[in-house]
C-alpha cells in the first residue's frame, strides 16, 4: 500500500478514534455523582404521603427540592413499566456502554435532513446523567453528559441505573419518579399498573409538562399508543395485550378534597408531645395514620362554622380531638380552623397548646375522694362561703353564679359544677396527692409543684393540653384503664421497612367503680340542671358523660365527654390569650362539641356504659347524703358501693311550736295550741348559710307563753371556724392598706351573740358570727366567748 494511502487511512482512524478516547478519559476524570454512590432510596430524598386510616391519601409533604417523590425498589415494580420505559426511551439499553452511536448517528442524520433537531438520541443514562448534573445546552455540555453516562455504566449495574433512572427522572410537572407519577395520576402503586396506564406513564418523561394529563389527554394518549406499539414491535409485550391496552380509555384519578391536616402534619413530622409518636421527618415517606378522611373532614367544617358564629364574642379559634376509646386512636384532629390566617394566629395548634382546662379537672378530684377519703355520689360536701389558708395568704374561692347553695352531694357538686365543693374535696385529698393522680393519668404538662397549684388546681389553675384531657377522659370510659393517644397507624422508611412505633401497655388508673359512679354523675342530666338547664347542648340523642369547663377570665372554654366508644374533646378561645365576650361553656365549646359528638358517634354501633360489679342503688335523703329517717319529706335513689355504711339522716327534727307566735313549745304548752313540725338542722359550718337562704330551720327562741325551762341556753361548744391556727398570710404590698381577712366563727343555733377577742380587744358578734379582721403585720390571736364558754386559741401571722 503506497504510504500516502496509508497515512490518509491512519489520519481517518485518528481522527474517527479521537472523539472515542477522548470520552473515554473525560469518562475516567468524571467524578459518580454523589446520589449514586449509595444504593439507599432514603438518599432520593423522597416525599412523605400522609394516608387515613383507610388508605385514601390525605396530602403530602414534598421533597426539599419542592416535588413529589416515592421511591422504589426496581423489583417492587412491575416488569411492563420498566419495558414500556425502555421502549419509549432507549429499546438497546442492555446494549449499548452508556452512549448509543447507532442512536447519535440517527439523531445527526435526521437533523441535517431536517435541517433541525428531530430526536436527541439521548440514552437513558444520559437522561439521568442530565438529571443529576445539569449541563448548558451547548456541543461542549453534550459530551460532558455522554462523559458522565460512561462513567455510571462503569459504576453500576444496569439494572441499577434503570432503577435509579425510573426514581430520579421526572415523569410531570413536580413529579419526580415513576412511583410519584403513579400515586398522583392514578392513585395506585407500579405493581398495580395495566399496560396501558404503564405505557402512559412511559410517555411522561419525553415531555413532562407538554403530555400532562391534567391539562388535556389527548396528546398523551397518542404518544401513549405510539409507546405501545414500539413495545408490540420490539416483543416487549404480547401481540394481544396490546391490542388491549390501545382500546383502554386513559382514565385518571379523582384530584384530592385538599385536606392538609396542616398541625397534625407538623407534629407528627417534628414530634409533638401525646400523640404517641416520636417525630417522623426524614424517617418516613408513607404514613398511615389513624384519622378518618370523612369525620375529619366533617369536624374542620364544623370548628370554622363555630369560630365565624361566635365573631361577634370576641372568638377567633377552636380546636377539636376525638378519640377511639378502644384503641387510643385519634380519629379527628384539628388544630386551628385556618393555619393561613395569619391575623388568627391560625398556625398555632390549640390540641397541643397548653390552656387551663377550667372544671374539667373536677371528677379527678372527686374520682381520687371515693378512693381515698371515703366520698361517695351521696356525701355532702359544704357549698359556702370559705376561706382557705395558703403560704401566700387567704383562698377564697366562689361558683360561677356568685351564689352558695349550703350542703351539697357530690353528684350534684360535679354534675353542676360548683367550686366551692371541689375545693373542699381537694383539700381533703390534698394537693399533693391531687397532682399525683393527674399526672398518672398523662397531664404532664402540670410541670409544676403541688405548692404553686394550690387547692386551686381543682378548678382548672395549672395549664394542660387538649390531647391530655381527651386521654384522661378516655380513661374514664375505659373504667379506669389508661389509653395512650395514637395519630399513627403504620409508618414506612423508603425501602418500605416498617418503624417502630412503640406503645405502653395500658394500666389501671383509677378505681373502676368509681369511675363508672363518675361516668353515671356526668351522664345525668337531672343532676346539671341547676347549673345546665333543660335542653342543654350536653344533651344527645345517646349516652354521653360530659363536662365543661371555663378557665379565668372567659380565656378559655372547654367541653370534653365520651360515649362508651369514643370521647370528645373541644377548645374554644383566642391564641393570643385574650377574653372572649360572655362566652362559656354552654354557648362557646359546648355547641362544637355537640356536633362534633353526633359525627363522630355515627361511625359506632350506640350502646350503653357497662355498669361494673358491686354497686347498688340506695335510697337516700338529698338534704343528708344519709339514709332516709322518718322525719324526711323526701328520698331519692343513689349509686353506691355496696359496702357502703350510711348513718341515718339527722338534719330532719320534729319541733313543737306554740301556733300563737311560731316559737318553740314547751311542755306547758297544751296540744290545742301547739304543732309538730319537720324543721331542717344544720350542723354549725352550715348554719349562718342556711339562716341567710331563709332555710326551714327550727326557732331559736322558746314561746314565753310555756318555755323550754329543760332546753340549754348556753352552746355547748364554739370555735374559730377560719383562719385556722397556725396560719400565716403575706401581704401584697400594691393592696396593703386593703387586705383584711374575714374569721368565722361556728356556735349552736341556740347562740344569740358571740363575742371576739382580737389580740385582747372585744367585738360583739351577731349571727352569721362573721367579721372583717384587718391584716397588721405580726403575731396574732383570736379567741371566741359565749355564755361563759370559751374557745380554743387561733394564732396566725402576717408577713
Not at 54 to 68: P, Y
Not at 323 to 340: C, F, K, M, Q, R
Amino acid at each position: 500500500m503506497p504510504r500516502s494511502r496509508r497515512h490518509r487511512i491512519e489520519l481517518a482512524l485518528a481522527a474517527l478514534l479521537s472523539p472515542i478516547l477522548c470520552l473515554g478519559v473525560a469518562a475516567a476524570l468524571t467524578p459518580l455523582p454523589p446520589e449514586l454512590a449509595s444504593n439507599d432510596l432514603a438518599a432520593a430524598d423522597p416525599s412523605t404521603v400522609f394516608l387515613d386510616r383507610h388508605g385514601t391519601v390525605l396530602c403530602e409533604v414534598r421533597a426539599k427540592d419542592g416535588t413529589r417523590a416515592r421511591p422504589v425498589r426496581l423489583a417492587d415494580i412491575d416488569p411492563r413499566v420498566a419495558r414500556a420505559v425502555l421502549a419509549a426511551e432507549d429499546k438497546r439499553f442492555y446494549l449499548h456502554p452508556g452512549v448509543d452511536p447507532i442512536a447519535i448517528t440517527r439523531a445527526a442524520g435526521q437533523a441535517l435532513l431536517a435541517r433541525g433537531i428531530v430526536s436527541g438520541g439521548s440514552t437513558l443514562t444520559q437522561q439521568l446523567a442530565r438529571t443529576l448534573v445539569p449541563r448548558p445546552r451547548t456541543v461542549v455540555g453534550k459530551l460532558r453528559e455522554m462523559a458522565l453516562a460512561l462513567r455510571i455504566e462503569a459504576s453500576l449495574s444496569k439494572p441499577r441505573i434503570l432503577e435509579e433512572y425510573l426514581n430520579r427522572v421526572a415523569f410531570g410537572p413536580s413529579l419526580r419518579g415513576v412511583e410519584a407519577a403513579s400515586r398522583f395520576y392514578f392513585d395506585k402503586s407500579t405493581r398495580d399498573l395495566s399496560l396501558g396506564e404503564a405505557a402512559a406513564l412511559a410517555s411522561l418523561p419525553r415531555g413532562p409538562t407538554l403530555y400532562d394529563p391534567r391539562r388535556g389527554t389527548d396528546l398523551l394518549k397518542r404518544r401513549r399508543d405510539r409507546v405501545l406499539e414500539r413495545m408490540r414491535a420490539a416483543r416487549l409485550a404480547e401481540h394481544e395485550d396490546v391490542d388491549r391496552a390501545l382500546g383502554e380509555p386513559l382514565v385518571l384519578a379523582p384530584r384530592g378534597s385538599g385536606l392538609g391536616i396542616p398541625h397534625l402534619r407538623q407534629a407528627l413530622l417534628a414530634g409533638g408531645k401525646g400523640i404517641g409518636t416520636d417525630g417522623l421527618a426524614g424517617r418516613a415517606t408513607s404514613i398511615t395514620t389513624t384519622l378518618d378522611r370523612g369525620l375529619q373532614r366533617e369536624i374542620e367544617i364544623l370548628a370554622v362554622q363555630t369560630v365565624e358564629r361566635l365573631v361577634p364574642r370576641h372568638v377567633t379559634a377552636a380546636s377539636v380531638v376525638v378519640l377511639d376509646n378502644e384503641t387510643g386512636d385519634i380519629l379527628a384532629y384539628v388544630g386551628s380552623p385556618d393555619i393561613e390566617n395569619e391575623a388568627r394566629l391560625g398556625h398555632n395548634d390549640g390540641v397541643l397548646a397548653k390552656r387551663q382546662p377550667g372544671s374539667t379537672l373536677k371528677p379527678f378530684v372527686y374520682g381520687l375522694g371515693m378512693e381515698i377519703a371515703g366520698f361517695s355520689a351521696a356525701t355532702i360536701l359544704p357549698d359556702v362561703d370559705l376561706h382557705f389558708p395558703t403560704p401566700d395568704g387567704d383562698y377564697h374561692p366562689n361558683n360561677y353564679d356568685g351564689r352558695f347553695h349550703g350542703p351539697v352531694r357530690v353528684r350534684e357538686a360535679l354534675a353542676s359544677s360548683f367550686n366551692v365543693p371541689a375545693v373542699v374535696a381537694a383539700s381533703r385529698v390534698g394537693p399533693e396527692r391531687l397532682l399525683a393522680r393527674l399526672r398518672d393519668l398523662g397531664f404532664a404538662s402540670l410541670d409544676r409543684s403541688a405548692r404553686d397549684y394550690g387547692l386551686a388546681l381543682a378548678l382548672g389553675d395549672g395549664e394542660v393540653r387538649l390531647i391530655e384531657l381527651a386521654a384522661a377522659y378516655a380513661t374514664l370510659a375505659r373504667g379506669g384503664l389508661s389509653v395512650t393517644p395514637r395519630a399513627v397507624r403504620e409508618a414506612r422508611a423508603a425501602t418500605g421497612e416498617l418503624l417502630p412505633l412503640p406503645a405502653p401497655p395500658p394500666r389501671r388508673v383509677l378505681d373502676r367503680r368509681a369511675t363508672y359512679v363518675l361516668t353515671h354523675i356526668l351522664a345525668d342530666r337531672h343532676a346539671r340542671l341547676a347549673t345546665f338547664g333543660e335542653n342543654s347542648v350536653l344533651e344527645l340523642p345517646f349516652p354521653v358523660a360530659a363536662k365543661t369547663g371555663t378557665s379565668k377570665g372567659f380565656r378559655d372554654n372547654v367541653t370534653v365527654g365520651f360515649t362508651p366508644s369514643v370521647t370528645v374533646a373541644v377548645w374554644v378561645g383566642n391564641f393570643d390569650g385574650s377574653p372572649m365576650s360572655g362566652v362559656s361553656g354552654v354557648t362557646g365549646a359546648g355547641p362544637l362539641f355537640h356536633d362534633a359528638m353526633l359525627a363522630a358517634a355515627r361511625l359506632y354501633p350506640e350502646r350503653a356504659f357497662e355498669r361494673p360489679e358491686g354497686l347498688v342503688d340506695v335510697d337516700i335523703c338529698p338534704l343528708s347524703g344519709a339514709r332516709p329517717g322518718p322525719d324526711c319529706p323526701h328520698r331519692r335513689s343513689e349509686l353506691l358501693p355496696r359496702n357502703t355504711s350510711l348513718a341515718t339522716c339527722d338534719m330532719h327534727e320534729r319541733v313543737r311550736i306554740d301556733r300563737r307566735n311560731g316559737l318553740r313549745a314547751g311542755p306547758a304548752c297544751s296540744d290545742a295550741s301547739t304543732d309538730v313540725r319537720v324543721f331542717e338542722h344544720y350542723p354549725p359550718e352550715l348554719a349562718a348559710w342556711a339562716e341567710n337562704a331563709g332555710r326551714p330551720v327550727a326557732p331559736r327562741a322558746s314561746s314565753p307563753f310555756c318555755p323550754e325551762s329543760d332546753r340549754a341556753t348556753a352552746p355547748s361548744r364554739i370555735r374559730i371556724a377560719f383562719p385556722p391556727d397556725g396560719a400565716r398570710f403575706v401581704r401584697d404590698g400594691a393592696l396593703a392598706a386593703e387586705e383584711a381577712i374575714r374569721v368565722r366563727i361556728d356556735a349552736p343555733s341556740n347562740a344569740r351573740t358571740v363575742r371576739l377577742l382580737v389580740d385582747g380587744r372585744a367585738f360583739v358578734l351577731l349571727p352569721p358570727f362573721e367579721r372583717s379582721v384587718p391584716l397588721v403585720p405580726g403575731e396574732h390571736t383570736l379567741v371566741v366567748d359565749a355564755d361563759g364558754i370559751t374557745s380554743e386559741p387561733v394564732r396566725f401571722s402576717v408577713e
